[in-house]
């Protein structure tokens, strides 16, 4: 099964700057890669996912993600927060073919005026 | 449309009872995904169902676990004897047919189980 890091446990930032949440897997395989936000009292929802093809990936938002195979990373990027971006952060990646998601602990991102 | 619902929202029981929770899927969603999350932690895969049948249980802790899902649409977690650390937030999720893997997963709101 794959092992997901996610480097910051919290991500305190200003409103308009930009963010990077940092990700990691463990294996070199073929793999998906999806980032998931969950809004609070709210269910986990798809920002994005990297399945083949370009690396630089575009989700709803304003969110983007790049895939680095060779640094096994998957960042997420926004230049310019909003408040409404206040919530917690899941990475996951499934291998080629299959289908559960192995999940990192998540990262919260709190947005301040 | 509606999007996946979970029952209960909640649940406090005492350790030792039996529980089940409930999952409806999104309409004419073929696969149903059982997770858990713990306090600080990302979920953690349990169960996939394809259909009527249980694809993969390879993440079921232990036997006091299983689920069923017998028409192919809701789905029943159900955990004998709870113990204390079994309290988590229980999460179902569904897809259109996974085929080769990489499809959206739609998530339901939880449940929060509090074994006492």
């Known amino acids: 099964a794959q092992s997901v890091t996610q480097l910051d446990s919290q991500v305190p930032v200003f409103e308009e700057a930009p963010v990077e949440l940092r990700c990691n897997y463990s294996s070199s395989v073929s793999v998906y890669l999806f980032w998931y936000v969950q809004y609070p009292n709210q269910g986990l929802q798809l920002l994005l996912k990297y399945l083949s093809g370009s690396t630089l990936v575009k989700g709803i938002n304003g969110f983007e993600a790049e895939f680095n195979k060779s640094q096994t990373s998957f960042h997420l990027r926004k230049p310019s927060v909003h408040i409404s971006d206040t919530a917690e952060y899941f990475c996951?990646?499934?291998?080629?073919?299959?289908?559960?998601?192995?999940f990192g602990a998540g990262t919260t991102v709190t947005v301040r005026a | 449309g509606a999007g996946v619902s979970q029952t209960p929202s909640n649940k406090v029981t005492e350790k030792g009872k039996y529980v089940e929770l409930r999952c409806d899927p999104i309409s004419g969603h073929t696969a149903l995904y059982w997770y858990r999350q713990s306090l600080g932690q990302g979920p953690e895969f349990l169960i996939y169902f394809q259909g009527t049948g249980a694809a993969d249980d390879s993440g079921l802790p232990n036997d006091r676990f299983f689920a069923v899902r017998p028409e192919g649409s809701v789905s029943t977690l159900k955990i004998q004897r709870t113990e204390r650390g079994d309290s988590a937030v229980y999460l179902c999720?569904?897809?259109?047919?996974?085929?080769?893997?990489?499809?959206?997963?739609?998530f339901g709101p939880g449940t929060r189980l509090t074994v006492l």
């Open positions: 996951a990646v499934s291998d080629l073919g299959d289908y559960k998601l192995s």
């Open positions: 999720a569904s897809s259109l047919t996974s085929g080769t893997g990489g499809v959206e997963q739609f």
